[in-house]
């Protein structure tokens, strides 16, 4: 039975060698897809997702120079907007693209055996020499990937009802009567 779901068969491809694998498959896709494509993808949202947490919150702390010019005093989505508007994010999707055939070509050795799901190498600090810290510190990152995928979520979400910033909406929160 799975850990997540004690109700639910613990689907057969989730064997608990991947961080954070607790048997969570409602849908059945381990199933359908190879479980380390599945893991290469989530790993590749998390880590945007908690990117994308991040500036959603220093936006609201800090304004980089140059900013307020091309944006204004605009936010999250009404950044997007504006600079939909003025053609860049045609050249973010053009960089994006180019970014995602490393991705591609990552994804091609993960699915070969050859690297682990997320694993590019870079360890600049030296936090993964040791194999418990490793591990440790892969868990965490996809606990906390998990977290920031809800929680920017909830960021736009309520960008969407206020008009503000996630901090912004903190400190002046006013009930949504």
Known sequence: MSKSLPFLKKPAALDGTLAGDVGFDPLGLSSVADVRFLAEAELKHCRLAMLAALGAIVQDVFTFPGVSKVVGSEKMTGVHDILVKQGAMGQILLWVSFLEVFGTLALFETLDGKRA??????????????????????????????LAMLGFGGMVHGYFLTGKGPIEALLNFQSLK
């Not at 590019?120 to 998990?146: H, I, S, W």
């Open 117 to 146: 799901p997320g694993d590019f190498k870079f360890d600049p600090l030296g936090f993964g020499k040791n194999a418990q810290t490793r591990e440790r510190y892969a868990l965490a990152e996809v606990k906390n990937g998990r």
